[in-house]
């Protein structure tokens, strides 16, 4: 289990199968993955460093890993640029948002 | 007859084997030559003009059929057999064209007359504003009975199609506009054709701004003054207009974004209505120079006045008498003035500091006098309890927007609120419902931007109350507040886009104290 934690990219894998590498601190943007991946939960996500999100799909879930990337980069920053969502998916991303809390 | 302009040659296709018209030496006009039926031809196309005629050289062309080019093939075929396609739209109407009379007008059939109405009776509860057309004056309709003339001239009517009975309901949504609301498009009709750039639809009971009725006054021109000569100077008058809101005395809750989109506009009341929250998008409405909103039910005022202030034009505001918050019920985090960090003991009335002439700046300009409490909202929208805000506060800070907030934003921005009815979206999860139904209000209400980030923003995720003294603009910039006058101060909320976006009280105080301190 410590080497879990140690484990610098995590795997996000959608419901049809596309799977995202990310950065471990990038994926805990979310409050979901970050409970998912604690080690002390003991949950088998945080121990093989996967999370298969299978309510999302690929799509979905690409559009979410850019905006943790998103939130990575701009945290520091006073003036953050927008980011862009193309209309036919803001309902989805919404419901992500809502299954993810971020 | 010398003088006469020979006609051109007629055309000689038929003595010359090769058509004389490709001849060089030919003088014929480069337009084809004209086509008649009669002209013996196998088809009246013409391609094949000149095509050679075989055999029945001299024989009329015999032509059965309609108008449109419907060949007979066989000569027996009757009349009738064309019915089925005269439902081919010819782009002309004619008054026994069926299909469409009988829609409008009402048949002597009884059932389909009733059903016909039921149906316009059953879409009327529905009826979304946004269907109305801003110049179409909504036209009553009667319901004739089922013998009315018309219908009885008609005779009998074949059986109408069902998406005929369904198509006029479209053009009669309109006619379920409330009076109050007619009567303000008249008034703003009215307005616009006579160039009045003071529109005043005060006590008109109006309960909401119906759409589309302010619209059109973005674009209103005056028109120049038409006088006998002779032409005096006066007569060069500003055609910009000078554009007067007055929705005075209705009974109005909210304001509609539509009102925020007249930038022109200078002088608002919104006297005597039932407002309780003025949106932030107020600051749209960069040439406001008066502002009233006596007799409402407001508590406090969006921050963006003071904006308005500053930035803008507004320089007169009424906002007494309304149910406002008090500085001394209220809780203060900080004091800003007199310059001080403890509490003012509130027994003492808080005034203006002495001064002598010449009268400072201060006299003249709003004073921040308290700020208070910062709450602070979790994604979702929800408050955070204090004790809890401060512990993770220093966590999270950050001003990225959540995703929530980044996909609200772009759905405001898109038209999916226009495009998507309630009923469409009432059968997704609740929290989710909220967000949509929050979003929706927001842009409803005109939008809302970061008073400290400038973004554009949906969710407020911090929320303040900041105290001004403003009673020189109450006042209308008459005069400065005289010596060591009572100041009242007004409730401004101010909301931010992120965590990060509070209030910098080190930073207010750095620019208010050594003014204070000079005097």
Request: hydrophobic residues 25%; aromatic residues 10%.
């Given at each position: 289990m410590s080497e879990a934690t140690q484990q610098e990219y995590v795997t996000l894998v959608s419901g049809d199968g596309f799977e995202f590498v990310v950065p471990r601190s990038t994926a805990c943007v979310s409050g979901t993955i970050r409970r998912m991946l604690d080690p002390s939960s003991n949950f088998s996500e945080a121990i093989t460093g996967r999370c298969v999100?299978?309510?999302?799909?690929g799509v979905v879930l690409e559009k979410v890993c850019e905006y943790f990337c998103y939130n990575q980069k701009n945290k520091?920053?006073?003036n953050v640029p927008d980011m862009e969502i193309p209309p036919e998916l803001c309902l989805e991303l919404l419901m992500a948002a809502d299954y993810l809390d971020t | 007859m010398e003088n006469e302009i020979p006609l051109p040659l007629p055309p000689r296709r038929r003595k010359s084997h090769r058509p004389s018209r490709f001849d060089d030496r030919s003088s014929q006009p480069s337009s084809d030559p004209a086509l008649f039926s009669s002209d013996d031809i196998p088809a009246s196309g013409l391609e094949n003009y000149h095509a050679p005629a075989h055999g029945n050289t001299g024989r009329k062309r015999r032509y059965r059929g309609t108008w449109w080019g419907e060949t007979v093939?066989?000569?027996?075929?009757?009349?009738?057999?064309?019915k089925d396609k005269?439902?081919?739209?010819?782009?002309v109407w004619m008054g026994s064209d069926e299909s469409f009379a009988e829609s409008l007008l009402p048949s002597e059939d009884a059932p389909i007359s009733e059903e016909f109405f039921k149906n316009v009776r059953n879409s009327n509860p529905r009826v979304p504003k946004k269907e109305q057309d801003e110049d179409a004056v909504p036209f009553a309709f009667a319901a004739p009975g089922p013998e009315s003339a018309l219908g009885m001239d008609r005779g009998p009517i074949s059986k109408p199609q069902p998406q005929v009975v369904t198509q006029p309901r479209v053009a009669f949504r309109r006619v379920f506009e409330s009076q109050e609301h007619q009567l303000a498009r008249a008034i703003v009709n009215d307005c616009l054709e006579k160039g009045q750039d003071s529109v005043d639809l005060s006590i008109g009971n109006m309960r909401e701004i119906p759409s589309n009725l302010l619209g059109p006054l973005q674009h209103l021109t005056k028109l120049p003054a038409v006088r006998e000569?002779?032409?005096?100077?006066?007569?060069?008058?500003?055609?910009?207009p000078f554009l007067r809101l007055f929705l005075a005395g209705n009974s109005l809750f909210k304001l509609s974004s539509e009102l925020f989109d007249l930038t022109s506009l200078k002088v608002l009341s919104l006297r005597n209505n039932k407002l309780t929250e003025v949106p932030p998008a107020i600051r749209r409405l960069t040439s406001l120079q008066d502002v009233n909103l006596s007799v409402n039910r407001l508590e406090y005022l969006p921050w963006e006045f003071l904006w308005l202030i500053r930035k803008g034009d507004l320089k007169h505001l009424i906002v007494r008498p309304n149910p406002l918050m008090q500085i001394d019920e209220a809780e203060i985090a900080h004091w800003h003035y007199p310059n001080t960090t403890t509490p003012v003991s509130l027994d003492k009335p808080l005034r203006l500091q002495e001064y002598e002439s010449p009268v400072p700046e201060e006299a003249w300009a709003p004073i921040h006098i308290a700020t208070g409490p910062i709450r602070r909202f979790n994604t979702d929208g929800y408050p955070i309890p204090e004790a809890q805000s401060n512990t993770t506060s220093n966590e999270f800070n950050s001003n990225v927007p959540s995703l929530r907030e980044v996909s609200l934003v772009s759905l405001n921005k898109s038209n999916f609120f226009d495009l998507t009815p309630d009923s469409d979206i009432a059968d997704l999860p609740e929290l989710m419902l909220r967000l949509l139904r929050y979003g929706r209000e927001v842009r409803a209400a005109g939008g809302r931007c970061c008073s400290i980030c400038h973004r554009n923003f949906v969710l407020p995720r911090t929320e303040w109350i900041e105290w001004w003294d403003c009673s020189t603009y109450e006042n209308g910039l008459k005069g400065p507040r005289a010596s060591g006058e009572k100041l009242r101060p007004l409730p401004f909320k101010r909301l931010g886009?992120?965590?990060?976006?509070?209030?910098?009280m080190k930073s207010v105080e750095v620019t208010y104290i050594p003014e204070s301190t000079l005097e």
């Open positions: 999100l299978e309510t999302l799909s520091e920053q006073a | 093939l066989d000569p027996k075929r009757k009349r009738k057999d064309f005269r439902f081919v739209d010819s782009g000569p002779p032409v005096t100077e006066d007569v060069y008058s500003s055609l910009e886009c992120s965590w990060e976006c509070v209030p910098e």
